[in-house]
Protein backbone atom coordinates (compact mmCIF):
# COMPACT_ATOMS: atom_id res chain seq x y z
CA UNK A 1 0.00 0.00 0.00
CA UNK A 2 1.04 3.36 -0.52
CA UNK A 3 1.11 4.53 3.22
CA UNK A 4 1.87 8.08 2.46
CA UNK A 5 -1.66 8.81 1.34
CA UNK A 6 -3.19 10.99 3.74
CA UNK A 7 -7.05 10.45 2.96
CA UNK A 8 -9.02 7.87 1.22
CA UNK A 9 -12.70 6.75 0.79
CA UNK A 10 -12.61 4.61 4.07
CA UNK A 11 -10.99 7.15 5.91
CA UNK A 12 -14.33 9.50 5.70
CA UNK A 13 -16.38 6.35 6.43
CA UNK A 14 -14.15 6.19 10.01
CA UNK A 15 -14.91 10.03 10.68
CA UNK A 16 -18.12 8.81 10.04
CA UNK A 17 -18.07 7.14 13.38
CA UNK A 18 -16.32 9.62 14.74
CA UNK A 19 -18.28 12.54 14.39
CA UNK A 20 -20.08 10.52 17.45
CA UNK A 21 -18.11 8.72 19.28
CA UNK A 22 -13.99 10.57 17.99
CA UNK A 23 -11.89 8.11 19.24
CA UNK A 24 -13.49 5.07 21.15
CA UNK A 25 -10.88 5.12 23.79
CA UNK A 26 -11.88 9.30 24.45
CA UNK A 27 -15.38 8.36 25.37
CA UNK A 28 -15.90 7.17 28.97
CA UNK A 29 -16.71 3.01 30.20
CA UNK A 30 -20.77 2.76 30.18
CA UNK A 31 -22.03 2.83 33.75
CA UNK A 32 -24.34 -0.24 33.48
CA UNK A 33 -22.85 -3.84 31.82
CA UNK A 34 -24.17 -5.00 28.53
CA UNK A 35 -23.41 -4.65 24.76
CA UNK A 36 -23.01 -1.74 22.69
CA UNK A 37 -21.44 -0.12 19.88
CA UNK A 38 -22.50 1.56 17.08
CA UNK A 39 -22.59 0.85 13.58
CA UNK A 40 -22.16 2.93 9.84
CA UNK A 41 -24.24 2.81 6.29
CA UNK A 42 -24.29 4.49 3.24
CA UNK A 43 -22.55 5.42 0.23
CA UNK A 44 -19.24 7.20 -1.17
CA UNK A 45 -18.28 8.83 -4.06
CA UNK A 46 -14.53 8.84 -4.80
CA UNK A 47 -12.09 10.49 -6.70
CA UNK A 48 -8.76 8.66 -6.59
CA UNK A 49 -5.17 8.28 -7.94
CA UNK A 50 -2.11 6.14 -7.24
CA UNK A 51 0.38 3.87 -9.28
CA UNK A 52 0.29 1.33 -6.52
CA UNK A 53 -2.88 0.78 -4.80
CA UNK A 54 -5.39 -0.65 -6.30
CA UNK A 55 -8.03 -1.08 -3.66
CA UNK A 56 -9.53 -3.65 -1.45
CA UNK A 57 -11.47 -6.92 -2.26
CA UNK A 58 -14.83 -4.99 -2.13
CA UNK A 59 -13.76 -3.37 -5.38
CA UNK A 60 -10.71 -1.46 -7.26
CA UNK A 61 -10.19 2.25 -6.97
CA UNK A 62 -6.97 2.97 -9.38
CA UNK A 63 -5.63 2.06 -13.10
CA UNK A 64 -4.34 -1.28 -13.95
CA UNK A 65 -2.32 -0.07 -16.90
CA UNK A 66 0.52 2.39 -17.43
CA UNK A 67 2.00 3.78 -19.93
CA UNK A 68 5.31 5.15 -18.37
CA UNK A 69 7.12 5.29 -14.86
CA UNK A 70 7.79 8.95 -15.25
CA UNK A 71 4.35 10.19 -14.86
CA UNK A 72 2.23 10.41 -12.08
CA UNK A 73 -0.96 8.23 -11.81
CA UNK A 74 -4.39 8.79 -13.80
CA UNK A 75 -7.47 9.68 -11.43
CA UNK A 76 -10.07 6.70 -11.25
CA UNK A 77 -13.90 7.74 -10.10
CA UNK A 78 -16.17 5.02 -8.44
CA UNK A 79 -19.33 5.07 -6.03
CA UNK A 80 -19.74 2.41 -4.09
CA UNK A 81 -21.42 1.66 -0.74
CA UNK A 82 -19.64 1.40 2.60
CA UNK A 83 -20.25 0.13 6.87
CA UNK A 84 -18.22 0.34 9.60
CA UNK A 85 -18.72 -0.41 13.47
CA UNK A 86 -17.66 -1.77 16.65
CA UNK A 87 -19.50 -4.23 19.01
CA UNK A 88 -18.09 -4.17 22.94
CA UNK A 89 -19.05 -5.29 25.70
CA UNK A 90 -19.01 -3.74 29.48
CA UNK A 91 -18.43 -5.11 32.82
CA UNK A 92 -19.57 -1.99 34.48
CA UNK A 93 -18.42 -3.26 37.85
CA UNK A 94 -14.74 -3.39 36.85
CA UNK A 95 -14.48 -0.63 34.57
CA UNK A 96 -13.57 -2.62 32.11
CA UNK A 97 -14.70 -3.30 28.08
CA UNK A 98 -14.02 -5.59 25.54
CA UNK A 99 -14.46 -4.75 22.13
CA UNK A 100 -14.11 -5.46 18.37
CA UNK A 101 -14.20 -3.96 15.07
CA UNK A 102 -12.84 -1.34 12.77
CA UNK A 103 -9.99 1.10 14.32
CA UNK A 104 -10.78 4.43 13.35
CA UNK A 105 -7.15 5.25 13.17
CA UNK A 106 -6.56 2.74 10.13
CA UNK A 107 -9.12 3.29 8.31
CA UNK A 108 -7.76 7.30 7.38
CA UNK A 109 -5.20 5.73 5.72
CA UNK A 110 -7.52 3.05 3.53
CA UNK A 111 -6.36 0.29 5.55
CA UNK A 112 -8.95 -2.28 6.71
CA UNK A 113 -7.71 -3.31 9.67
CA UNK A 114 -9.97 -5.10 12.79
CA UNK A 115 -8.97 -5.03 16.49
CA UNK A 116 -9.91 -6.58 19.16
CA UNK A 117 -9.26 -5.66 22.58
CA UNK A 118 -9.72 -4.44 25.99
CA UNK A 119 -10.72 -1.01 27.70
CA UNK A 120 -10.39 -0.60 31.53
CA UNK A 121 -10.83 2.95 33.19
CA UNK A 122 -8.57 3.98 35.91
CA UNK A 123 -10.74 5.70 37.78
CA UNK A 124 -10.09 9.51 37.24
CA UNK A 125 -6.69 8.97 35.83
CA UNK A 126 -7.89 7.84 31.98
CA UNK A 127 -8.62 5.06 30.17
CA UNK A 128 -5.77 2.19 29.19
CA UNK A 129 -6.34 0.02 26.41
CA UNK A 130 -4.86 -3.07 24.33
CA UNK A 131 -6.08 -4.38 21.19
CA UNK A 132 -4.80 -7.03 18.67
CA UNK A 133 -4.82 -5.35 15.05
CA UNK A 134 -5.54 -7.87 11.98
CA UNK A 135 -6.50 -7.58 8.42
CA UNK A 136 -9.87 -8.65 7.73
CA UNK A 137 -10.37 -6.86 4.61
CA UNK A 138 -6.90 -7.32 2.90
CA UNK A 139 -5.83 -3.43 0.70
CA UNK A 140 -5.52 -4.83 -2.57
CA UNK A 141 -1.62 -3.23 -4.37
CA UNK A 142 -0.06 -4.47 -7.63
CA UNK A 143 2.76 -6.81 -7.12
CA UNK A 144 4.88 -5.46 -9.49
CA UNK A 145 3.76 -1.79 -9.89
CA UNK A 146 6.42 -0.59 -11.96
CA UNK A 147 5.43 -3.20 -14.89
CA UNK A 148 4.40 -0.53 -18.21
CA UNK A 149 1.90 -1.50 -20.64
CA UNK A 150 0.15 -4.35 -19.52
CA UNK A 151 -2.67 -5.49 -17.19
CA UNK A 152 -0.56 -5.33 -13.38
CA UNK A 153 -1.59 -8.50 -11.06
CA UNK A 154 -2.99 -7.32 -7.89
CA UNK A 155 -2.00 -8.73 -4.47
CA UNK A 156 -3.16 -9.09 -1.02
CA UNK A 157 -1.50 -6.63 1.64
CA UNK A 158 -2.14 -8.04 5.28
CA UNK A 159 -0.80 -6.56 8.20
CA UNK A 160 -1.03 -7.89 12.06
CA UNK A 161 0.37 -6.59 15.11
CA UNK A 162 -0.91 -5.05 18.66
CA UNK A 163 -1.66 -1.35 19.76
CA UNK A 164 -1.52 0.19 23.11
CA UNK A 165 -2.54 3.38 24.42
CA UNK A 166 -3.52 5.70 27.38
CA UNK A 167 -6.04 8.62 26.62
CA UNK A 168 -6.74 10.97 29.40
CA UNK A 169 -3.30 9.72 31.05
CA UNK A 170 -3.37 11.39 34.92
CA UNK A 171 -6.76 13.61 34.24
CA UNK A 172 -5.14 15.14 31.79
CA UNK A 173 -5.93 16.09 28.12
CA UNK A 174 -3.55 14.60 26.99
CA UNK A 175 -2.87 10.61 25.49
CA UNK A 176 -0.42 8.36 23.85
CA UNK A 177 -0.58 5.79 21.64
CA UNK A 178 2.15 3.02 20.20
CA UNK A 179 1.52 0.38 17.35
CA UNK A 180 3.52 -1.92 15.63
CA UNK A 181 2.51 -4.16 13.12
CA UNK A 182 4.24 -6.79 10.28
CA UNK A 183 3.42 -6.44 7.00
CA UNK A 184 3.38 -8.88 4.26
CA UNK A 185 2.28 -8.88 0.73
CA UNK A 186 0.82 -12.42 -1.60
CA UNK A 187 3.46 -12.57 -4.36
CA UNK A 188 5.43 -9.43 -3.65
CA UNK A 189 7.14 -8.74 -6.64
CA UNK A 190 8.22 -5.05 -7.11
CA UNK A 191 10.60 -4.38 -10.26
CA UNK A 192 10.38 -8.09 -11.46
CA UNK A 193 9.87 -6.43 -15.07
CA UNK A 194 12.84 -4.60 -14.81
CA UNK A 195 15.04 -7.52 -13.62
CA UNK A 196 13.50 -9.44 -16.92
CA UNK A 197 13.86 -6.42 -18.80
CA UNK A 198 17.48 -6.39 -17.78
CA UNK A 199 16.80 -2.41 -16.31
CA UNK A 200 17.79 -3.92 -12.45
CA UNK A 201 19.66 -6.75 -11.20
CA UNK A 202 18.82 -8.65 -8.57
CA UNK A 203 20.49 -7.24 -5.56
CA UNK A 204 18.50 -3.83 -6.81
CA UNK A 205 15.15 -5.55 -7.01
CA UNK A 206 15.67 -6.59 -3.63
CA UNK A 207 15.63 -2.66 -2.46
CA UNK A 208 12.24 -2.34 -3.77
CA UNK A 209 10.55 -5.18 -1.28
CA UNK A 210 7.57 -3.35 0.64
CA UNK A 211 6.93 -5.98 3.14
CA UNK A 212 8.47 -5.46 6.60
CA UNK A 213 7.55 -3.75 9.97
CA UNK A 214 6.13 -0.53 10.98
CA UNK A 215 6.13 1.05 14.08
CA UNK A 216 3.77 3.86 14.95
CA UNK A 217 3.48 6.50 17.95
CA UNK A 218 0.91 9.23 18.19
CA UNK A 219 0.92 11.69 21.25
CA UNK A 220 -2.37 14.16 21.03
CA UNK A 221 -3.92 16.76 23.37
CA UNK A 222 -7.84 17.42 24.29
CA UNK A 223 -8.16 21.24 24.74
CA UNK A 224 -11.59 22.56 25.84
CA UNK A 225 -12.33 26.20 24.33
CA UNK A 226 -15.57 25.96 26.13
CA UNK A 227 -18.24 23.26 26.76
CA UNK A 228 -19.33 21.66 23.89
CA UNK A 229 -15.77 23.13 22.01
CA UNK A 230 -12.69 21.09 21.72
CA UNK A 231 -9.26 21.55 19.82
CA UNK A 232 -7.58 18.36 19.61
CA UNK A 233 -3.77 18.34 18.18
CA UNK A 234 -1.48 15.64 18.04
CA UNK A 235 1.73 14.88 16.20
CA UNK A 236 2.99 10.98 15.21
CA UNK A 237 5.85 9.20 14.15
CA UNK A 238 6.11 6.51 11.90
CA UNK A 239 9.03 4.38 10.99
CA UNK A 240 8.98 1.83 8.12
CA UNK A 241 11.36 -0.65 8.28
CA UNK A 242 10.79 -2.85 5.34
CA UNK A 243 13.21 -5.54 3.50
CA UNK A 244 13.73 -3.23 0.76
CA UNK A 245 15.69 -0.33 2.07
CA UNK A 246 14.62 1.88 -0.45
CA UNK A 247 10.55 1.71 1.00
CA UNK A 248 12.29 2.24 4.01
CA UNK A 249 11.67 5.46 5.77
CA UNK A 250 10.63 7.85 8.14
CA UNK A 251 7.22 9.92 8.66
CA UNK A 252 6.60 12.83 10.53
CA UNK A 253 3.71 14.71 11.02
CA UNK A 254 0.93 16.91 12.64
CA UNK A 255 -2.70 16.63 13.09
CA UNK A 256 -5.47 19.48 14.32
CA UNK A 257 -9.27 18.71 14.50
CA UNK A 258 -11.57 21.24 15.86
CA UNK A 259 -14.93 19.72 17.28
CA UNK A 260 -18.50 21.37 17.69
CA UNK A 261 -20.74 19.20 19.49
CA UNK A 262 -24.42 20.41 20.57
CA UNK A 263 -27.52 18.24 21.38
CA UNK A 264 -28.47 18.10 17.58
CA UNK A 265 -25.46 18.31 15.76
CA UNK A 266 -21.93 17.51 15.81
CA UNK A 267 -19.32 19.01 13.17
CA UNK A 268 -15.95 17.78 12.96
CA UNK A 269 -12.87 19.86 10.56
CA UNK A 270 -9.29 18.17 10.21
CA UNK A 271 -6.52 19.43 8.67
CA UNK A 272 -3.31 17.19 8.44
CA UNK A 273 0.59 17.49 7.42
CA UNK A 274 3.35 14.65 7.16
CA UNK A 275 6.90 14.71 5.76
CA UNK A 276 8.73 11.56 4.68
CA UNK A 277 11.83 10.60 3.68
CA UNK A 278 13.25 7.14 2.74
CA UNK A 279 16.39 5.50 4.09
CA UNK A 280 18.17 4.62 0.82
CA UNK A 281 18.46 5.92 -2.95
CA UNK A 282 15.62 4.28 -5.25
CA UNK A 283 17.41 2.16 -8.19
CA UNK A 284 14.72 3.05 -10.50
CA UNK A 285 14.82 6.36 -10.22
CA UNK A 286 18.54 7.28 -8.47
CA UNK A 287 16.77 9.62 -6.01
CA UNK A 288 16.09 9.18 -2.64
CA UNK A 289 12.31 9.69 -2.18
CA UNK A 290 10.76 12.55 -0.03
CA UNK A 291 7.02 13.35 0.18
CA UNK A 292 4.64 15.53 1.34
CA UNK A 293 1.52 14.59 3.10
CA UNK A 294 -1.94 17.35 3.13
CA UNK A 295 -5.07 16.66 4.07
CA UNK A 296 -8.72 17.81 5.18
CA UNK A 297 -12.25 16.95 5.97
CA UNK A 298 -15.46 18.41 6.99
CA UNK A 299 -17.79 15.99 8.74
CA UNK A 300 -20.99 17.29 9.61
CA UNK A 301 -23.76 15.00 11.66
CA UNK A 302 -27.14 15.33 12.35
CA UNK A 303 -28.65 13.55 15.57
CA UNK A 304 -32.09 11.65 15.79
CA UNK A 305 -33.50 12.76 11.91
CA UNK A 306 -37.07 12.24 11.72
CA UNK A 307 -37.40 11.85 15.01
CA UNK A 308 -35.39 8.60 14.95
CA UNK A 309 -34.02 7.52 18.37
CA UNK A 310 -30.50 6.08 18.18
CA UNK A 311 -29.72 7.38 15.02
CA UNK A 312 -27.70 10.25 13.15
CA UNK A 313 -27.13 11.66 10.15
CA UNK A 314 -23.80 12.20 8.51
CA UNK A 315 -22.63 13.25 5.44
CA UNK A 316 -18.56 14.71 4.62
CA UNK A 317 -16.27 15.87 2.03
CA UNK A 318 -12.56 15.80 2.30
CA UNK A 319 -9.34 15.90 0.02
CA UNK A 320 -5.79 14.34 0.34
CA UNK A 321 -2.60 14.19 -1.79
CA UNK A 322 0.43 12.85 -1.42
CA UNK A 323 3.12 15.34 -3.27
CA UNK A 324 6.29 12.86 -4.03
CA UNK A 325 9.77 14.25 -5.30
CA UNK A 326 9.67 10.93 -7.43
CA UNK A 327 6.47 11.78 -9.85
CA UNK A 328 5.13 7.95 -10.23
CA UNK A 329 4.63 8.07 -6.16
CA UNK A 330 2.12 10.47 -6.38
CA UNK A 331 -1.31 9.93 -4.77
CA UNK A 332 -4.72 12.07 -4.37
CA UNK A 333 -8.09 11.81 -3.44
CA UNK A 334 -10.80 14.01 -3.21
CA UNK A 335 -14.44 12.64 -1.79
CA UNK A 336 -17.69 13.28 -0.12
CA UNK A 337 -19.99 10.51 1.70
CA UNK A 338 -23.82 10.29 2.63
CA UNK A 339 -24.81 7.73 5.05
CA UNK A 340 -26.98 6.94 8.69
CA UNK A 341 -24.97 5.83 11.85
CA UNK A 342 -26.71 4.14 15.03
CA UNK A 343 -25.70 3.62 18.55
CA UNK A 344 -26.39 0.86 20.64
Do not use: C
Amino acid sequence: MNSKLVLTASGVVSLFASSIVFSAPLQPIPEESGFGGFLTLGVTGTSFSSNTVAGTDMGDVAIEEIDSLDEGPDSETDVSGFFTGELNYTFAESRTQLFFGNSLEDLVRYDFTFQTGVRHELADKGIVYGAFLFSAIPTSVYADPYQTGVEREEADRNSNGGRIGWQGIAGTGFGVELSHRVIEIDDEESGQALVDGGALSVEQQDLLNREGEQTSVKFSYIHRLSPGNLLVPAINYHKFDMDGDAMSRDRVGGELAYIRNTQQYTLIVTMSYSHTEHDEENPIYSETEQTDNFGGSIVGTYHSPFGLKGWSAVASVAAGESDSDINFYDADIVTGSLGMLYRF
